[in-house]
C-alpha cells in the first residue's frame, strides 16, 4: 500500500516536471514570418514583379499558402514554409527591382543621351543637376531594395532630363534666330560696303 | 543735262564716300567689337551656353546696324553736303535782281526750299535735306528756263495760221505740216490738224487732197500761245515739249 501510494506520488511528480502534453496553438504562431510573406507578397503586386520571376514566384506562393494553412496546427511547419516562402520572394523582389531598373536605367539614359546631345547640363544646369540628383538618390535607394521611393525618383529623373532637354533646345533655337539676324546685319553692313572683307 | 551734271556728280561722290568708308571698316572700333562678340557668341554656342550666345549675338547685331546706319548716314550727308554746295553755286551766278522783277514766284521757290534745304542738314536730316536740295535746283532749273525764253524775246508766240505751200522735194501735207517744229513738231498729231480744217478741204473725209493756199488753223494742244500766220522768214522756237 506504502510502495503504491509512493508510485503514485512519483507519477504525479514527473508529470509535473516534465511538462504538459496538450497544444496551445499561439504558442511557436510564426507572426512574424507570415506578415513579412504578406508583405513581399504586397509590394510583388504592386510592382508586378512576379513577371521576371515567375517559376520562383510560385514556389513562393505554394509554400506560403502551405505555411499559412499549417498556421495555428502546426507552427513548426508553418514556419518552415514561410521562411521558405519569404526566401523565394526575395529573390522574386530582387529579381524584379533588377529588372525594373534596367528598364528605368534604359529609359533614362535615353532621355540624358538626347539632353548632353544639346549640352543640356550647361544650358540648362539647374534642371540637369537636379535629374542626376534624382537619379544619384534612385539608384541608391534601389541598391537599398527600396523599391517604394526608388521608382517615382526614377520618374522624377526621366522627367527633369526631358525638362533640362527642352529649356536646352528652347535656347538654342533662340540662339539660332539671334546668330541668323546678326548674321543678316552683318551681310547688309558688307553689302553696303560693296563687299568689303570682313576678317 | 543739267540733271544729267547733278546726277554724275552725286553719284561720284557717293562712290567716293562708299571707298572711303570700305577702308576705315577694318579701323573701326565698333565693327571689330562685333567680330570679337560673334566671336564670343560662336564660342559660348560650341560650349552650349545658349543664353550667352544670344546675347553676345545680339550685341553684335546692334553694332553691324550701328556702324552700317552710322555709314549711311555719312553717305546722305555727302550727298546732302554736295547739293547744298551746287545750290550755292547755281544761286550765286543768278542774276537775282531780274529773277526778283520777272519770276518772284520761282525765285521764292527756290530761295525757300534751299532755306529749307539748309535747315534738315543742320538737324542732321540728310534725307530732308537731298530731297529739298533737289526741290531747289528743279525751281533753279524752271527760272533759268523762264529768264532764258524771256532773253530769247518774251513770251513764247507760236503761229495761228499756216499756208500750205508747194515745198520743193518735200510736198505739204497734214503729217509733214504736223511735224513742223513751230507746229507740233509731231507728225503723229496730224489728225489734229486734220480734223480742225477738214471742212476747208474739197473732199472732206480725204485728208490726202490739199490744195496750195489753202489756209489751216493750228489749235493749241499745249497751251501755247498762237497768233498771227507763219512767216518762213521768221524764227519761231519749237513747241515746248511737256
Redesign the interface.
Given at each position: 500500500m506504502k510502495s503504491a501510494i509512493g508510485f503514485g506520488l512519483l507519477s504525479i511528480a514527473l508529470l509535473f516536471f516534465s511538462g504538459c502534453p496538450t497544444f496551445d496553438p499561439l504558442k511557436d504562431l510564426p507572426q512574424t514570418e507570415y506578415d513579412t510573406a504578406q508583405k513581399y507578397r504586397a509590394r510583388i503586386e504592386k510592382f508586378h514583379f512576379d513577371q521576371y520571376a515567375p517559376d520562383q514566384f510560385q514556389a513562393a506562393e505554394s509554400a506560403f499558402k502551405s505555411g499559412e494553412g499549417n498556421m495555428k496546427k502546426d507552427n513548426l511547419a508553418a514556419k518552415k514554409s514561410l521562411d521558405e516562402a519569404n526566401a523565394d520572394y526575395k529573390v522574386v523582389m530582387q529579381k524584379g527591382i533588377a529588372a525594373a531598373r534596367k528598364i528605368e536605367d534604359e529609359q533614362i539614359s535615353a532621355v540624358r543621351e538626347k539632353a548632353d546631345g544639346?549640352?543640356?547640363?550647361?544650358?540648362a544646369e539647374t534642371e540637369y543637376n537636379a535629374a542626376q540628383d534624382a537619379y544619384d538618390r534612385a539608384a541608391k535607394l534601389a541598391d537599398e531594395e527600396n523599391w517604394e521611393e526608388a521608382q517615382p525618383l526614377f520618374q522624377e529623373a526621366k522627367q527633369k532630363y526631358e525638362s533640362a532637354y527642352e529649356t536646352?533646345k528652347a535656347?538654342?533655337e533662340?540662339?539660332d534666330a539671334?546668330?541668323e539676324?546678326?548674321k543678316q546685319?552683318?551681310d547688309?553692313?558688307n553689302a553696303?560696303?560693296?563687299g568689303?572683307?570682313?576678317? | 543735262m543739267k540733271s544729267m551734271k547733278r546726277l554724275f556728280i552725286i553719284i561720284v561722290l557717293f562712290c567716293a564716300a562708299t571707298v572711303g568708308f570700305a577702308q576705315s571698316l577694318q579701323d573701326n572700333p565698333d565693327y571689330q567689337a562685333a567680330l570679337q562678340l560673334q566671336k564670343s557668341a560662336e564660342e559660348a554656342y560650341a560650349a552650349g551656353d545658349y543664353d550667352k550666345a544670344d546675347t553676345y549675338s545680339a550685341q553684335a547685331e546692334e553694332l553691324f546696324n550701328k556702324v552700317r546706319l552710322g555709314s549711311d548716314n555719312g553717305g546722305l550727308k555727302a550727298q546732302a553736303d554736295a547739293l547744298l554746295k551746287t545750290l550755292d553755286e547755281r544761286m550765286s551766278k543768278l542774276d537775282m535782281e531780274r529773277a526778283n522783277a520777272e519770276f518772284p514766284d520761282q525765285l521764292t521757290t527756290a530761295k525757300t526750299r534751299q532755306g529749307a534745304a539748309k535747315d534738315a542738314f543742320d538737324a542732321e536730316d540728310f534725307q530732308q535735306s537731298i530731297n529739298e536740295a533737289q526741290a531747289a535746283l528743279a525751281a533753279l532749273d524752271e527760272l533759268d528756263s523762264l529768264l532764258a525764253k524771256a532773253s530769247a524775246g518774251g513770251e513764247v508766240v507760236l503761229p495761228k495760221y499756216y499756208v500750205v505751200r508747194l515745198v520743193p522735194g518735200n510736198r505739204d501735207c497734214f503729217w509733214n505740216i504736223a511735224g513742223y517744229p513751230f507746229v507740233y513738231g509731231d507728225p503723229m498729231k496730224w489728225k489734229l490738224l486734220y480734223d480742225a480744217n477738214k471742212k476747208k478741204l474739197p473732199v472732206p473725209n480725204d485728208p490726202n487732197l490739199i490744195l496750195p493756199k489753202q489756209v489751216f488753223e493750228i489749235p493749241p494742244i499745249a497751251g501755247e500761245k498762237r497768233e498771227g500766220t507763219y512767216d518762213p522768214a521768221k524764227k519761231y522756237p519749237a513747241l515746248p515739249k511737256k
Open positions: 544639346i549640352k543640356a547640363s550647361v544650358a536646352a535656347k538654342k533662340k540662339a539671334q546668330f539676324k546678326t546685319a552683318q547688309a553692313l553696303q560696303q560693296g568689303a572683307k570682313t576678317e | -
